[in-house]
């Protein structure tokens, strides 16, 4: 019988070898090789390698836990192959744009965001002129007070505090059709960038940049060295800016040197944490519900239900003191091992209906739901943003905006296509 370590080896090779050849057959399908699947299995990767490396493998979840992780990995990308073969139709022609109706959705889109980041500013008895002028400082005070988390706010305000996931995709679209300028949507994305560090939480700033990446590659379709050195000139920035907070977190909380631990419990904890919650260690009272977070949300923000399982979970000691389980949590806690594999193949399957969407029938409101779609792969190693409310309010107003926007239809010389060609991917 071999021992645990053989066996670790053993599942790791086949897992990485598995999650290639998925990887491989979906771009011979697709043509594209920088897909929300390779982002997907960019951050599983580091995730599970972290996992076992970092700290002389204190983080280290056990072979049947990686053996869950990788199979989930394989359902994920297997969901997203079935779905690319099955549902894949022909090209349609698209529709033009209305410029006024464009530009004015896209100005109001910002205005709503600024109004709302005022607002929330001023909740914190601070002007944003204060905040700003020491944004760096200031945001790690306010996360330390946690004012993020109990922080009240009007439902409006609520959907405008995140709406750069509506407008990078706008602006970006507009200056792809020659309406707006590249002045101009830098200095969109520049707003959006210092607002996202203004919210004293990081997961705004992957969004910009993630949201910014997908659009640029999907509206500019530049070529395979360029792409991938912006991938990775991107990827960089935003490791360096986690990593880099996240040390000044820990040394504003224990007077002391910054440690790198707290840094692999955000890479590397989710596995162990995971382990946990696969045991049975971490406690969930609503059984069968968690998988339907935005449906229950809405039921008990109308008193239909008076409690629901909810996003926040408990820490676990073991994995440093974190609370994120990768985006299986929900599914596992609603069916077990069983529930988390069928909910990793219909994930994919479900952002890859979208992406065979957006990729053949360019509209804007196809392409910001992929882009957010995206995002929610990012963040698959931490938490499951799939099934929460936002996803279906900005698949909502994504829809409305474009029908506000696109009126007539569009000449070849203004179609965008998503998927580069092969011979340039």
């Not at 300028?181 to 200095?187: I, N, R, Y």
């Not at 640029?216 to 800016?241: C, N, Q």
Request: aromatic share 12%; hydrophobic share 55%; with cysteine.
């Amino acid at each position: 019988m071999m021992n645990d370590v053989t066996s670790a080896y053993v599942v790791n090779i086949v897992g990485f070898a598995g999650a290639a050849l998925l990887l491989r057959a979906l771009a011979a399908r697709t043509g594209d090789w920088l897909s929300f699947a390779h982002v997907f299995s960019f951050v599983w990767t580091v995730n599970l390698l972290v996992a076992q490396l970092a700290l002389n493998g204190r983080l280290r979840p056990e072979v049947p836990t990686l053996i869950v992780l990788f199979g989930a990995w394989w359902m994920f990308l297997a969901g997203a192959w079935w779905t690319t073969r099955t549902w894949t139709v022909s090209a349609q022609p698209t529709q033009g744009i209305e410029k006024v109706n464009g530009i004015a959705v896209l100005v109001a889109l910002v205005a709503l965001q600024v109004i709302a980041f005022t607002f929330e500013v001023g909740r914190q008895q601070l002007s944003v002129a204060a905040l700003l002028g020491n944004l760096w400082r200031t945001g790690v005070e306010l996360r330390l007070d946690d004012v993020y988390s109990v922080g009240e706010y009007p439902f409006t305000f609520s959907i405008w505090r995140w709406d750069h996931v509506l407008y990078i995709p706008l602006a970006m679209y507009l200056h792809a059709n020659r309406l707006i300028s590249a002045k101009s949507v830098a200095a969109i994305l520049g707003l959006a960038v210092v607002m996202a560090f203004g919210r004293y939480t990081r997961a705004p700033v992957l969004q910009v940049a993630v949201i910014s990446l997908v659009c640029w590659l999907a509206l500019y379709r530049p070529r395979a060295r360029t792409k991938w050195i912006v991938a990775g000139a991107v990827t960089a920035v935003v490791l360096a800016a986690f990593v880099v907070s996240q040390l000044n977190l820990t040394a504003a909380y224990t007077n002391d040197e910054a440690s790198v631990e707290s840094v692999f419990a955000y890479i590397g904890g989710s596995p162990l944490a995971y382990q946990a919650l696969l045991r049975g260690d971490v406690p969930h009272d609503v059984a069968g519900l968690y998988s339907l977070d935005a449906l229950n949300y809405v039921l008990f923000k109308l008193s239909v239900v008076q409690q629901y399982g909810g996003v926040i979970r408990p820490y676990v000691d073991a994995a440093l003191g974190t609370n994120i389980y990768t985006f299986l949590d929900a599914y596992t806690m609603d069916g077990g091992i069983a529930g988390a594999l069928f909910g990793a193949f219909l994930t994919g399957g479900v952002v890859a209906f979208v992406f065979n969407r957006a990729r053949t029938r360019p509209t804007y409101g196809n392409l910001t739901f992929y882009a957010y779609l995206t995002y929610c792969c990012a963040m698959a190693v931490a938490n499951n943003e799939f099934i929460r409310t936002g996803v279906f309010i900005n698949a909502g107003l994504a829809w409305l905006i474009g029908r506000l926007i696109h009126a007539r239809p569009l000449t070849a010389r203004r179609s965008v296509p998503l998927v580069q060609d092969q011979a340039t991917s």
